[in-house]
């Protein structure tokens, strides 16, 4: 197990390089704004723009630019300056993250909430009313793109522009630390707008494991023992159903901690991922690299430690 | 009367298909400390029968008729409530498959556990003890360790013991085991079939044993059935059916064993055709497609189960002498029994 965890670690490195690597090449490639001439401003002279480009190391070779930005990284833990703002990227996601953990774990529970019982419910009675009903609902929660769905959850629950002003709405996020109750309030929205697909994604993936793990034999020798349905139900068919959706609970959450990039935009959300939004719109490269490296690392670690887990749930599974 | 009895049951699925007739007027009974025999190919109903005993019949569009009494109720007509206290506790039943069966996630001992706990009001020491004693009875080594062992780090062999520990812990007055050995390595099977009978031996079990392959039958069971689309073509006392089988069914599941003691060169004898299908059932004798002794009345008319010698039930036109006779040919070059 530990030589397992040693040889996972090892590729995550590697992994996170080749990463890093791929963005650099990707942000040379595409045709994107010139750096130093959006810092110059509007009325640049081309050398000023060349000076500015030198003060950033863009006049060296992209392999160059690596080196010493991997340099860095690696001997400092230093994620570079925004060429936007000079702030350290570092401290900038160190700052953002209160505000992406927020978003993220408010969201994992209320999706977990629902998606969860509706989808056992949905299984339990297939083809009922609650069944058909459920599964229609989570198609459309599937489907609906989650900008709209912020924007309508803004334009009818919003306390400044909603039909009905019940909960906080664009840019009405405050800390924790600051104020809990608007932190809270600030939050409803977005949490559950962010959480309808994936609850909706988990209601069908649990009714789905469900219902395959209840035709299954071991269900049938839990009846002939004489246990009770509801027993049947929750220590033989949930214990087996739900393994598998731990994986992915595990993943969506390495990827919502890199940042929710639509959420935190639409509702102008400081976090990781509305930071990667205006990188990308500034050609800000330290920024794009610092939050794409981010979430990579934490997708990596959560597919090890879903890895991991997966060993003490499923007795079959050794490394 | 028998303590399981089986009375003119008739199990059928609505399908998209059509209807599935897969029980067609079935009647069995099975008694303290005796073995049925059921046998018959796949889709025969045999193990529709067994399961519809235990309430199992999974398909939501199930249409049952009939009786099935046992100890004096009709499993059938008692509540579902009253049918769980019965299932594992007075009726257990082993499975074809032991890895499917058992529960891959959970540790044998807790399954073992789990069937003292349904119906039993006992200390989670009480029923460890038990469940430990239930192991040593089936025979499996270092029974203490294997509580704590999961169903994949078993053999095949020593899995079908924990689901005979599963079934037996709770002493059931009657155990169907569905194929118990079909999954299993032929020296295995003998073994499982040992432990069947001698723990059937000390406690006075009524079992069902379900199977297609004769052979375990004619080392196992007192009474044979014989079953062919969803209908008894034949039952009897065992030295009966074997040495004087009526049914052409029988007589051709008696040809196509292999025997070790056959000259090389001599082929088998399979059943022509195919097992016809429960929706569109053949009319009459439902055999008498692959029947090579059919004549005129055989497509027309379903022949009726009828007493040809003492507790020998044979459900054939064929005159009774010409059947007897073909039949004692049959199985004289066939079976050896004793």
Known sequence: MTLYIVRRLLWAVLMLLAVSALTFVIFYTLPSADPAALRAGRQATPELIAQIRHSLGLDRPVYDQFFIYMKNLVLH????????????VRAEIASRLPATLSLTAGAVFVWMLIGIPVGVLSAIKPRSLLDRVAMGASLVGISAPVYWLGLVAL????????????????????????????????????????A????????????????????????????????????VIVRHGLRAALTPVVTIIGLDIGILLGGAVLTETVFNIPGIGRFAYDSIVNSDLPAIQGTVLFGAVFIVVANLIVDILYAFLDPRVRY | ??????????????????????????????????????????????????????????????SIDGKILFDGGDLLQISPAELRRIRGKRVAMIFQDPLSSLHPLH??????????????????????????????????????????????????????????????????????????????????QAQILDLIRVL??????????????????????????????????????????????????????LQSLPRLDAPRTERLHPISGQPPSLIRVPSGCAFHPRCPYAFGICPQVVPPLLVSQPGHEVACHLPVPTRRGIGREVASKEVSVG
Not at chain 1, 205 to 222: C, F, K, P
Not at chain 2, 28 to 50: M, Q
């Open chain 1, 77 to 88: 833990f230093n994620l570079g300056y925004s060429y936007q703002n000079n702030i350290s």
């Open chain 1, 155 to 194: 334009f009818l629950f919003a306390s400044d522009i909603g039909r009905i002003r019940l909960f906080g709405g664009a840019g009405s996020y405050v800390s924790i630390t600051h104020d809990p109750r608007a932190w809270f309030s600030s939050l409803i929205l977005p949490w559950f707008v962010l």
């Open chain 1, 196 to 231: 309808a697909s994936f609850a909706a994604f988990y209601a069908r993936m649990v009714r789905g494991n469900l219902l395959e793990v209840m035709g299954e034999d071991y269900i049938r020798t839990a009846r002939a023992k004489g246990v009770s349905e509801r027993r």
């Open chain 2, 1 to 62: 009367m028998a303590l399981l009895e089986i009375q003119d049951l008739r199990v059928s699925f609505q399908t998209r298909d059509g209807v599935v007739h897969a029980v067609d007027g079935v009647s069995l009974a099975v008694d303290r400390g005796r073995t049925l025999g059921l046998v018959g190919e796949s889709g025969s109903g045999k193990s529709v029968t067994a399961l519809t005993v235990m309430g199992l019949t999974k398909h939501p569009n199930a």
């Open chain 2, 107 to 188: 540790k044998i001992g807790w399954q073992i556990e789990e069937a003292i706990n349904a119906h039993e009001d006992v200390s989670g020491q009480v029923a460890r003890r038990r469940a430990l004693e239930a192991l040593k009875e089936v025979g499996i080594p270092s029974a203490s360790d294997r509580l704590d062992s999961y169903p994949h780090e078993l053999s095949g062999g020593m899995r079908q013991r924990v689901m005979i520990a599963i079934a037996l812990v709770l002493d059931p007055e009657i155990l169907i085991a569905d194929e118990p050995t079909t999954a299993l390595d032929v020296t295995v």
């Open chain 2, 200 to 253: 059937q031996d000390e406690r006075g079990t009524g079992v069902v044993l379900i199977t297609h392959d004769l052979g375990v039958v004619a080392e196992t069971a007192d009474e044979v059935a014989v079953m062919y689309a969803g209908r008894i073509a034949e039952r009897g006392p065992l030295e009966s059916v074997l040495e004087a089988p009526e049914h052409p069914y029988t007589w051709g599941l």
